[in-house]
Each structure stands twice: as structure tokens, then as C-alpha cells.
């Protein structure tokens, strides 16, 4: 099995070794999520005292009396981010740009050794509450087998297999028909990175009567710590890395998701890197209608900017990213969110 941290050292994605970095975090403090499925803990990080928002309702009824301020009066409090990674177990660009981002945090220097001053001047500057899951699908993650999709192909034995899995007869799942089955196990030959060991898909789980641990535990502590932006970290085939925008939400909060993904390129563009910058558009999607997935439901707790950001994955397919540029470019948009790139200048 090819293994890219052999050639990359800094490629830092198992959970032994993120478990590894977090047994030796100093600012940093590790904590429990929940057991996912398949019995494995999800440990979780968090930076920073957390702030009193001084909560006196929940999030909806909150809106029902005309101000988010009643489920978090934010003003002049720390602000608090989240970021979590590997809700797809096969799409670990996100794990190593958090493994590399504890690093920083803690020592100064990524696991390059180097010294990434947009990223450490601007959380010293803000002195945020963080909050990271760095491998939230942990069954996923361990069921799959390549630390990374770098040079892998796009369907057979590559992305498609590791990713979605096969049906009964063997043939590969696929994207998006890989969705139609839910939860997929008892359909699945082999099960893809994408299911915790119940063959939950944790962006699509029903979350209004949550059938994952994983959702349930998620969910509470993103109501606990009512956070101002949660981005999580997917894998986007070869995509250029870009800001997804979440459906089902209010339009001002689409056009912070476009701010932050304009406060990323203006980054990306001093690395020489080109740009996807989605636009807002407030027509109604119509038929079919987009999911109600786990970026939507994130909003719908806490009234967070929320987006799925989706990495390029070096697959051996057109539009090929290098590892370097794929953390890098995380590194750009870890940079945007602890200058608060959301925000309106
Ligand atoms: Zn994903």
C-alpha cells in the first residue's frame, strides 16, 4: 500500500499519530467526543478559555424573538471557531493540515519545521476559542487504508473503491449513487470510507432524530460551544480547493461564506495560486431539492457561517495539486478564519 508519508513526512494523518500529537499537546486540551459505531474514541482539541455568551435561549427560539444575541451575545467576547476534519474517512488533506496546524500552535513550526507566520500572528492576535475534531468519520478513517487519494486513480482500486465502497456484486458505488442506499451496510460488498461501521454517511444523517452517536455528540457540543464559523474539511476529487455554499440558509450568511472565500484567495494569490470563489445566488434550487446536510444543520444550532471545503486530492486525474500546495492551501484558509475573513470590511 502506498503510504505518502513515507515520501512526505509532514503528511500526518492516522489516528495513532494525530492520538500521538495530542498526547503531547501543551496549549492545547484533548478531550472526548463520543465512541463512533465501531467502538473507537473520537477525541476532540480546543484552544482558549471558552467564552460565557450568556445564554438564555436555544438558537430557534432565539431568532423567535428577533436576536441571535439571546443564545449567544457575542459582543466583545472571545470568538469561537471549529473546524472538523474527515467526516469522509479517505479525504485526510483536512487531517493534515490540522495535524500541521497543532504544530504550529504548539511549537511554532508546522511538521516541515517551518514557521507559518499568517497563520500563528493571526490566532496570537485574536486568541480565539478553537475547537478542532481533527477525525470525526474515525471508523472511516480507519477503514481506510492509503494515508492519502496522492496519486491514486479516480475509479478502479483508487478514490471510487476507498471512498464509496463496492455493491454485493463487487461493482463500485459511486458518487452521488452511492447516497440512494442509507445506511448503505447491509447493501454495501465493501464499505467505503465515507459510513462510520453502521454504514452512516455522517453528512446525511437525519438531523432532526439523529441515528449516529457520532451526529448526536456533534451536535450538542457545537450547541455547548456556540461557535461564530465552523468549516469541515472534505476531499473534493481534484477540484480546486474551494468554499462550498451551504443550502438552507439565511442569504447573509452565504455572502460570509463568499467574504471568507475571498479573504482565501487573496492569500492563495500570494503563493501564486489560482482561485474558486463561488458565487451567492439567491434563487430558489428548486427540484430536485439540495440536501439538508450536516454544514446546514451546523447553522441551524448555533447560527454559524458554515461551509464545506473541499480539497483537491492529487489524484492521478487532470487538475493534480502537489501535497505541498494541498496544505498550503489549508494554511491559507486556517489564516482567513483567525482574521475573522468572514466578516465584512
Ligand atoms: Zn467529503
Redesign the pocket.
Known amino acids: 500500500m502506498k503510504n505518502t508519508k513515507s515520501l512526505y513526512p509532514y503528511w500526518i494523518t492516522t489516528p495513532e499519530d494525530l492520538a500521538a500529537i495530542e498526547a503531547g499537546l501543551v496549549r492545547g486540551q484533548v478531550h472526548h467526543l463520543c465512541k463512533s459505531a465501531g467502538g473507537r474514541d473520537i477525541p476532540y482539541v480546543t484552544y482558549g478559555e471558552k467564552p460565557d455568551y450568556n445564554r438564555k435561549a436555544n438558537y430557534s427560539s432565539a431568532c423567535g424573538a428577533k436576536d441571535p444575541a439571546h443564545y449567544a451575545d457575542r459582543a466583545g467576547k472571545r470568538t469561537t471557531i471549529m473546524l472538523i476534519g474527515a467526516?469522509?474517512g479517505q479525504?485526510t488533506e483536512g487531517v493534515c493540515g490540522i495535524a500541521n496546524l497543532l504544530s504550529l500552535l504548539e511549537t511554532g513550526k508546522d511538521l516541515r519545521g517551518e514557521a507559518v507566520p499568517m497563520i500563528t500572528e493571526a490566532f496570537d492576535a485574536l486568541d480565539p476559542r478553537l475547537v478542532i475534531v481533527p477525525i470525526y468519520n474515525m471508523d472511516g478513517r480507519c477503514r481506510c487504508e492509503p494515508d492519502s487519494m496522492i496519486g491514486e486513480p479516480h475509479d478502479d482500486g483508487g478514490l471510487r473503491y476507498w471512498g464509496q465502497g463496492t455493491w454485493k456484486d463487487g461493482s463500485l458505488c459511486g458518487w452521488p449513487e452511492c447516497k440512494a442506499v442509507h445506511p448503505i451496510k447491509d447493501a454495501a460488498g465493501f464499505l467505503g470510507s465515507?459510513y462510520n461501521d453502521d454504514g452512516i454517511n455522517l453528512?446525511h444523517d437525519n438531523f432532526f432524530a439523529p441515528m449516529a452517536e457520532e451526529t448526536r455528540a456533534l451536535m450538542k457540543l457545537i450547541d455547548e460551544e456556540a461557535p461564530e464559523c465552523v468549516i469541515?474539511l472534505?476531499?473534493?476529487s481534484n477540484s480546486t480547493n474551494v468554499l462550498l455554499q451551504p443550502d438552507y440558509v439565511p442569504q447573509y450568511t452565504k455572502e460570509a461564506v463568499h467574504t471568507l472565500s475571498e479573504s482565501i484567495a487573496a492569500l492563495e494569490s500570494n503563493f501564486g495560486y489560482k482561485s474558486a470563489v463561488l458565487n451567492v445566488s439567491d434563487k430558489n434550487p428548486g427540484f430536485p431539492p439540495p440536501s439538508f446536510n450536516l454544514t446546514t444543520a451546523i447553522h441551524h444550532i448555533c447560527g454559524a457561517v458554515t461551509s464545506?471545503y473541499?480539497s483537491n486530492e492529487g489524484l492521478d486525474h487532470p487538475n493534480r495539486f502537489e501535497p505541498e500546495e494541498i496544505l498550503v492551501r489549508h494554511y491559507c484558509l486556517f489564516a482567513a478564519l483567525f482574521s475573522r475573513g468572514w466578516e465584512m470590511n
Open positions: 467526516t469522509h479525504e465515507y453528512m469541515g472534505h476531499g473534493g464545506t473541499e
